[in-house]
């Protein structure tokens, strides 16, 4: 499975961003949908951190440093989880990354376990 991420950028604080994860491929032929996703986030010298994850959307999960400002939400008709993030502050500096843990193929009842990441997308928070 290939994971396309994009939105990064550089935004001043207090300003947003959306990023976008779109999920192709995968040998299991077409994806119907991402059961379970997430974003991480490493700033330099800084361990990676969980910061959203979403099954649907009355079942999401944020890293309590986000909660309030980013909302995570997805696509399923494109494959594509986003995430929205205001009242941006300059410690969510990082290079942003998407994993996805379960998709759905099309002709398929069972999901399927994935460790799938996709390549980083710096944000960059300036004062």
């Known amino acids: 499975v290939q994971l396309q991420a994009s939105g990064g950028g550089l935004v001043q604080a207090g300003g947003s961003l959306t990023l976008s994860c779109a999920a192709s491929?995968?040998?299991?032929?077409?994806?119907?949908?991402?059961?379970?996703m997430e974003w991480y986030r490493q700033a330099p010298g800084k361990r990676r951190e969980l910061v959203a994850g979403i099954r649907s959307d009355i079942n999401t999960n944020y890293a309590e440093s986000v909660k309030g400002r980013f909302t995570i939400s997805k696509n399923d008709a494109r494959n594509t989880v986003y995430l929205q993030m205001n009242s941006l502050k300059l410690e969510d500096t990082a290079d942003y990354y998407c994993?996805?843990?379960?998709?759905?193929?099309?002709?398929?009842?069972?999901?399927?376990?994935?460790?799938?990441w996709g390549r980083g997308t710096q944000v960059t928070v300036s004062s």
């Open positions: 994993h996805a843990d379960e998709i759905y193929y099309k002709g398929s009842n069972y999901p399927e376990t994935l460790d799938a």
């Open positions: 491929g995968g040998p299991g032929g077409t994806i119907s949908k991402i059961n379970l």
